[in-house]
């Protein structure tokens, strides 16, 4: 009997709480139905998942601050196509992320921000695919999330680079720039966006003949001490080491090197960006620092100064690359909608195919680059920027 | 007539009639709700990992519960089924298209496999006393997560393909089974709900059998005294592997339900968390309680979906529920207060 009664409570309990979400859920939801017909002005229902709690919620939070700046913009300017945005927290998890993705599909979202990170963006990218939802992702740089090698993702779009294609820019600038050097690698194999890297890395290094002297892995378990792994490439003579990883372990193999006076030139991409502003860390050691990256907050064309002084009065932080992409794929979504002539009535059936036709044929001029396009697989295509650390700010190297 | 009321409500009974009569009532209401009208998406997509949870929740309570040990490592057990189902589901998609039997060959596979892992670190290692299991578990989850990483496995024309820590895997319009960290990729989406409801049963079914049977009171009599259980004769590593395999494996079957859920799947998801997780979900429904363990894995796993709404504050307030619930359900006042109403209830009924 006393088991019975736990029953009930519980069934209570989940129909009170399933009551509540649906409610706010009703709420978001009249809000956007209810937009004047008379006006000219439509909303559109963006949606977005990321890591808002957890390890990597940097990530989330960044694109959702980033996002949020781009749709206030939009909302307060004249155009009539503004934007309703919902970021839900997926927690870098795939599981999690077809949750978010089925929230925000029950909140009836029409365009997507996609997922923040590779790995959720890969569990929901056939979703994405078969509810016909126009989805670019600002920064799951995995191939995974717009093609897999049996199928393509119409719809399903980038805005930073592949993996691979950040791997082979890697190491054709190396090739370029450092022919002659002994080059390092150490690289995180059970991370998907690392090992892509790195895969490709290894692959184009090897045909340009650069001469790899050692490689090192670790893995998010052991991602606190690097001795081994530096005295292995100090050891092997390396005096360029390659770091396709996220920076917070790239800040400790900074400072571990240093403290080994091991001096060679590191070299990362896009996941480099953000070690200047890492708290805690000796901007010092960062001097040198060669890096791919799409975007560098010190740049001074006007739209770059913009974003970046209304990011750090909202926020309180300079932007990283992931901000600065999240902020280019609502406005690309919103040149893409204005150049379909999207208003109210607009059929939804369809809105991913004639958003897709849109984006494999118009450019987009935005902070991560000049004159990008978008190929039919869903990849970008825009220069990748090499730049050093200099006086602890980002100076571009042009060979 | 008694006899049945007997089999069915007698008091040793009740608890297996209350755990099949609650699946299979949920699992009718639920059908019904979804034939009849348009359920929320959020509701659908939970349904399948709730069961897979649930599985592995209820194979874990096997060992803390009724063996008295403690594994920490039940996670790896998952990923064990998880990956064998799906490298056995991408090699037999053209030999079997139809999905409910590909499920379930994959599913045994996926349960047998384990099981055999279970096996594997289960003999030396209940051969010792004390709290051995549980490092052992918890480094065993830690390996196999970093196994699978490095694992590259696919198929072409030519037949499998293997290789470890570097992939040089190159397939003639093959496909990649696992690749490395990226784990699987391009899985058919082939689990469903019905088929997680009747892997909740048959867990339940083997569950219940055991306890119930010769070899269950051996397994709990190890471990309320292992000396008196020696004294008698009772064989004790013999007893606590038979209940730690039989729980490897129904770990392993709800891994393979809930790899063949996804599109993807990688091993980091299968790490140290995971296996906490499910102790989590074990603790709050109480040690060696059937019921228990289902209802709490399905309120655990669903609140904090229920708690979207709260945005940033989510995790926040999921993690005060927990402790007030924990505490809560321990506080012996609480208890007594439950206690007084549900003897009211009896009264009423008896009068």
């Known amino acids: 009997m006393k088991k019975l009664l736990v029953v009930l409570l519980s069934i209570l309990c989940v129909l009170s709480l399933a009551g509540c979400s649906n409610g706010g859920g009703n709420d978001g939801g009249n809000s956007g139905d209810d937009a004047p017909a008379a006006d000219e002005t439509v909303y559109v229902k963006l949606g977005g998942s990321g890591p808002l709690s957890g390890d990597a919620k940097v990530y989330g939070e960044a694109v959702r601050n980033a996002a949020q700046i781009a749709v206030d913009e939009i909302n307060a300017s004249d155009s009539h196509i503004k934007f309703e945005f919902n970021m839900a927290d997926d927690e870098a998890d795939g599981e999690k992320a077809v949750s978010a993705y089925s929230t925000l599909f029950d909140w009836g979202m029409q365009v997507s921000l996609f997922t923040v990170t590779s790995g959720s963006g890969a569990a929901v990218a056939s979703y994405y695919d078969e509810d016909g939802i126009f989805a670019i992702t600002p920064s799951g740089s995995a191939t995974a999330l717009v093609y897999t090698d049996e199928k393509n993702f119409p719809s399903n779009f980038q805005m930073c680079f592949t993996d691979p294609n950040q791997g082979v820019a890697a190491a054709d600038y190396i090739a370029q720039g450092f022919a002659d050097k002994a080059i390092a690698v150490i690289y995180k194999n ?10 490709k890395f290894n692959a184009e290094a090897a045909e340009k003949g650069l001469n790899l002297v050692y490689t090192g892995s670790f893995t998010n378990d052991s991602s606190t001490d690097f001795s081994t792994q530096l005295t292995a490439a100090k050891d092997a003579g390396a005096d360029l080491v390659f770091l396709p990883i996220y920076y917070q372990p790239a800040s400790i193999i900074l400072k571990q ?3 080994m006076d091991y001096a060679p030139t590191f070299f990362g991409v896009d996941g480099m960006d953000g070690i200047l502003t890492l708290e805690g860390f000796d901007k010092s050691l960062a001097e040198g620092l060669y890096l791919i990256t799409p975007f560098a907050s010190d740049a001074d064309d006007e739209l770059t100064k913009n974003f970046v002084a209304s990011y750090e009065s909202r926020f309180g932080e300079t932007p990283n690359q992931f901000a600065a992409d999240a902020y280019d794929c609502v406005y690309a979504i919103h040149q893409a909608l204005e150049n379909i002539g999207y208003k109210a009535g607009y059929a939804t059936n369809g809105l991913n195919e004639d958003l897709a036709k849109q984006f494999t044929t118009m450019t987009f001029n935005g902070l991560t680059g000049q004159n990008m396009t978008w190929a039919e697989n869903g990849e970008v295509s825009k220069a990748p920027k090499a730049v050093i650390i200099e006086n602890s700010v980002y100076v571009s190297v042009d060979q | 007539m008694k006899g049945i009321m007997n089999t069915l409500f007698g008091k040793k009974n009740r608890s297996r009639t209350i755990s099949f009569s609650l699946v299979i009532l949920v699992y009718i209401v639920i059908e019904i709700l979804m034939h009849a009208i348009r359920m929320p998406r959020l509701f659908t997509s939970l349904l399948v990992p709730v069961c897979c949870y649930i ?13 008295g040990e403690l594994s920490l490592g039940h996670a790896g057990f998952m990923a064990i089924g998880a990956f064998t189902a799906v490298a056995v589901s991408g090699l037999s998609a053209s030999a079997v298209p139809n999905g409910m039997l590909r499920l379930f060959l994959s599913v045994v596979a996926g349960c047998i496999v384990s099981g055999l892992f279970g096996l594997l670190i289960s003999v030396p290692v209940l051969k010792l006393s004390g709290d051995y299991l549980a490092i052992v578990t918890l480094a065993f989850g830690q390996i196999i997560k970093s196994l699978i990483n490095n694992m590259f496995l696919g198929f072409d024309k030519n037949g499998l393909h293997f290789s470890f820590v570097t992939n040089e895997v190159s397939l003639e319009n093959g496909k990649m089974l696992l690749s490395g960290p990226m784990g699987a990729t391009d899985t058919a989406k082939i689990s469903n709900f019905t088929t997680g409801i009747i892997l909740i049963l048959i867990t339940l079914f083997i569950i219940y059998s ?3 049977s010769k070899y269950g009171r051996t397994i709990m009599a190890a471990r309320d005294n292992r000396i008196a259980a020696e004294s008698i004769g009772v064989d004790i590593s013999r007893t606590k592997t038979l209940a730690f395999v039989i729980s490897a494996a129904l770990a392993g079957m709800a891994g393979a339900l809930y790899a063949l859920n996804y599109s993807t799947l990688q091993p980091s998801k299968f790490d140290f968390n995971t296996s906490i997780l499910i102790l989590v979900y074990v603790v709050f429904g ?10 709490s894995t399905t309120l655990l796993y669903v609140l904090p979906e229920m708690l979207r709404s709260l945005q940033d504050y989510r995790m926040l307030i999921y993690a005060v529920v927990l402790i007030v619930v924990m505490q809560l359900t321990n506080s012996s006042r609480i208890r007594r207060f439950a206690d007084r109403i549900t003897d009211l209830f009896r009264k009423k009924g008896e009068e």
């Open chain 2, 55 to 67: 599985i592995v929740a209820l194979a874990l309570n096997l060992v803390v519960g009724f063996s």
């Open chain 2, 286 to 295: 109480g040690l060696g309680n059937i019921n228990g363990t289902i209802i």
């Open chain 1, 190 to 199: 059970d991370d998907v966006y690392s090992a892509g890297v790195y895969e």
């Open chain 2, 210 to 212: 055991l306890i119930n």
């Open chain 1, 257 to 259: 090197a240093k403290d």
